[in-house]
């Protein structure tokens, strides 16, 4: 709702409250109705404040109400009727004016806001655009280039910059509340009309035609297929080039098609998905509210190979004082050089200053031994972990936290060396860690609340999206990319080329396929493990049905030839010498397959477009069942939000288990049945898909709660 007050002095002062973040839910759109209809009806008001409850201005409207009927008053006629009161109003910015929040505080005639204030248009991760005239006021107030900047990145911008960019008018670092009543006051009885931003054409560069298809271009490749940034650079078009009515109708249009779609479904998932994630719960029952972080104020990190180095970084960037070991003298001083290089970089791309001397650099494991909380990164190579586990386990005084980076090594066994297994869990960071936005918090069965709850902490003062999961070979996000990779590869036995299968998936939205992919990050990294596996090496039989199923040793062969990616110049494409990044087509790869599949007696035929996608993902999203039934993941939204912030899976299809749902549990289940073969297992449908077909294929919000009454009834 809104409240209503009438200040000394003539001033009526609107407050939004709902919390959290005051959204304009239908009750808080017709509390601000009916506010404004009393302020212009009272003779005693001369202006208008409208402020947030709570030091919050407004969340934007209610995307909780997104999924229902449109109830209460419509948020466009609201902010029109509020331009055109005939008394100032101003908006008073405190804590957040986001979406809606801003739009409305853009039909005020005057904006005041608090210097720690957050303002911007995020409509776009939303799936949608500014559709209450935001799409039309701001360039209007601030130019068609930094409103396009705006609106098609969703960014949020401090204060400061806002003030600058010229949204705002007035900043402070004391009550903006106060000062926008004393400003109002100040300029009643003004005329109004060019406070009015309907009324004001919208400043455009001479080159407009051409910046807008730059833009659309920009936004076009960033966001493949995504129609949410295109409809946004299409109503700033119409901003630039139409009067403000038209402008309006051509918003309502492109907003009534976006509000639609399943893409703007999907990108609303995701934000619910990034915060249920945040409220972990462990089987155990040990919850986010139930346990107690511990807060952090110095780490240790060893192993300064590039895992390490980011996470020393990303660390330090938080303001924890960090001890970075590494034990190798040459790539101790290489670290030493390039660290504090990358995080002056860092810290600059996120506009912070550059914390002063908070790492040290030792080639000393005992200078650890003061720490709070050490993270291990060295090799992927389980005897040297368990070896530097033991070792700090002797050397940290007790109770510090052990954490482990490894992308998918038995968690149990590292703790099983140490003095207190309870104290130590997978912290999995994704390259570069200082930028990638995944963690995955891996408890073991002796993980205990605390060791759970600060590393999660830790991971969101970092400014990661933290994920609690359970230990299993390649935890959740490795797991399920290992049928999404042996299905590629078959795929290529069977006659596709990597540039088809890189396509399909492009085409679907990964910014990258799966074989550019592995080039960049280096084939040899899965050949180590199938060798640790046994399942290639010396003496290993070169057939393609190994350990009981099917397999393809074309990796393995490429490794064998000397192509292990971009770092080699050559691996599935060609690159222009070591490091290079084009991909290119590489007739040896055509040649090489070709002769693969004469020598194994394969004949190459047509694989559709359809196949690829259904066989690569399909598969990929069953394994993701598979995980749902042994609770690996507490539910689809945990599984989603690694795909999405850590896989490149893209953010408006949702995620993997949503898009499942998208497609149709029945169809998905179809079609692994068409494609299964009994000697790939990761084809064979997971019980639970079978089980969630047979009632009646639930939508996604519900799996939770049918996984957890399978799980007491004892179906899973
Ligand atoms: C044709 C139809 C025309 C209709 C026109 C409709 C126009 C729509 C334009 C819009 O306004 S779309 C919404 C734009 N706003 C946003 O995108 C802001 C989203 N929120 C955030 O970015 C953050 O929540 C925050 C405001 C920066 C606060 O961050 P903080 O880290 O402090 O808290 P959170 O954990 O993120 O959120 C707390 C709590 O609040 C819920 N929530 C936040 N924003 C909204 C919202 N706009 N609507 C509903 N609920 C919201 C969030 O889900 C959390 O709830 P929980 O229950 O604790 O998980």
Redesign the pocket.
């Known amino acids: 709702m809104a409240t209503y007050s009438r200040l000394p002095g003539s001033v009526a002062l609107i407050t939004l409250h709902n919390p959290?973040?005051n959204?304009?839910s239908a009750a808080v759109r017709q509390g601000i109705v009916d506010a404004v209809q009393r302020a212009l009806k009272d003779p005693k008001v001369t202006s208008v404040v409208i402020c947030g409850q709570n030091g919050k201005f407004c969340?934007?409207?209610?995307?909780?109400e997104f999924a229902g009927p449109?109830l209460g008053p419509p948020?466009v006629p609201m902010i029109h009727a509020i331009e055109a009161v005939d008394k100032p109003v101003a908006a008073a910015i405190e804590g957040?004016a986001?979406?809606?929040?801003l739009e409305l505080a853009l039909a005020c005639h005057y904006r005041i806001a608090h210097s720690k204030a957050?303002l911007g248009l995020?409509?776009v991760?939303?799936g949608?655009l500014?559709?209450?005239g935001g799409s039309q006021r701001l360039p209007r107030l601030i130019g068609l280039t930094a409103a396009l900047d705006l609106i098609t990145t969703g960014r949020h911008v401090s204060a400061a910059e806002a003030l600058k960019l010229g949204v705002l008018d007035q900043v402070t670092d004391s009550n903006a509340v106060d000062l926008a009543v004393e400003f109002v006051r100040s300029v009643a009885g003004q005329p109004l009309d060019s406070r009015r931003l309907s009324t004001l054409p919208c400043p455009c560069p001479p080159d407009v035609d051409s910046l807008l298809d730059k833009v659309m271009s920009k936004v076009r490749q960033r966001s493949r297929g995504a129609l949410a940034p295109v409809a946004c650079v299409r109503a700033l078009r119409a901003a630039a080039s139409l009067p403000y009515a038209q402008g309006m109708e051509k918003e309502r249009e492109l907003?009534?098609t976006l509000?639609n779609s399943g893409q703007a479904r999907a990108l609303q998932y995701a934000?619910?998905s990034q915060?249920v994630v945040g409220k972990w719960s462990l089987p155990s029952g040990a919850r986010w509210d139930n346990s107690t972080a511990r807060i952090i104020s110095k780490a240790a990190v060893i192993g300064l190979g590039t895992m390490g180095r980011g996470i020393v970084v990303a660390l330090a960037l938080t303001g924890i004082s960090v001890v970075a070991v590494e034990t190798q003298e040459k790539q101790l001083a290489e670290a030493s050089r390039v660290v504090p290089a990358m995080l002056q970089r860092e810290a600059g791309r996120r506009r912070l200053a550059t914390p002063p001397g908070v790492i040290s650099f030792s080639s000393n494991l005992q200078d650890v031994s003061e720490v709070e909380l050490v993270i291990e990164a060295v090799f992927e190579d389980m005897s040297l972990k368990l070896q530097v586990f033991k070792h700090l386990s002797s050397v940290c005084r007790p109770g510090t936290l052990l954490c482990s980076n490894t992308s998918g090594l038995d968690i149990d066994q590292l703790a099983a060396v140490t003095q207190s297994p309870g104290l130590v869990v997978g912290m999995h960071f994704f390259a570069p860690a200082h930028v990638m936005k995944l963690l995955e918090v891996v408890y073991g069965p002796r993980s205990s609340p605390e060791a759970v709850a600060t590393a999660m902490q830790l991971g969101k003062r970092m400014g990661k999206v933290g994920v609690a999961v359970g230990n299993c070979p390649g935890f959740v996000g490795n797991r399920m990319l290992k049928p999404y990779l042996e299905q590629a590869n078959f795929l290529l036995e069977e006659g596709a080329t990597p540039r088809q299968v890189d396509e399909a998936l492009e085409e679907f939205g990964f910014p990258m396929g799966v074989f550019r992919m592995s080039d960049l990050s280096g084939l040899d990294v899965g050949w180590r493990i199938r060798k640790e596996a046994g399942l290639t090496g010396p003496g290993v039989e070169s057939t393609r049905t190994r350990q009981g199923r099917r397999y393809s040793p074309l990796p393995d062969q490429m490794c064998e030839a000397g192509r292990l990616g971009q770092k080699t110049g050559k691996g599935w494409y060609q690159y222009d010498g070591p490091g290079g990044r084009v991909a290119r087509s590489d007739p040896w790869v055509h040649i090489f397959l070709e002769t693969y599949r004469a020598e194994h007696g394969l004949v190459a035929r047509s694989i559709t477009l359809e196949e690829i996608l259904e066989r690569c993902l399909y598969a990929l999203i069953n394994e993701g069942f598979n995980i749902l039934q042994d609770a690996v993941a507490a539910g689809p939204e945990d599984i989603d939000a690694i795909y999405v912030f850590g896989y490149g899976w893209p953010r408006h299809r949702g995620g993997p288990m949503f898009h499942a749902d998208q497609v149709g549990l029945g169809r998905i289940l179809q079609r692994l049945n068409q494609h299964s073969h009994p000697d790939v297992p990761h084809l064979k449908p997971s019980t639970l898909l079978r089980r969630l077909v047979a009632a009646g294929s639930p939508p996604v919000q519900k799996w939770r709660e049918f996984i957890n009454k399978e799980r007491v009834h004892s179906q899973l």
């Open positions: 959290p973040v959204a304009l969340g934007g409207a209610d995307i909780r449109m948020l957040v986001l979406g809606g929040g957050v995020p409509e991760t939303l949608l500014p559709g209450a907003m009534a509000f934000f619910f915060r």
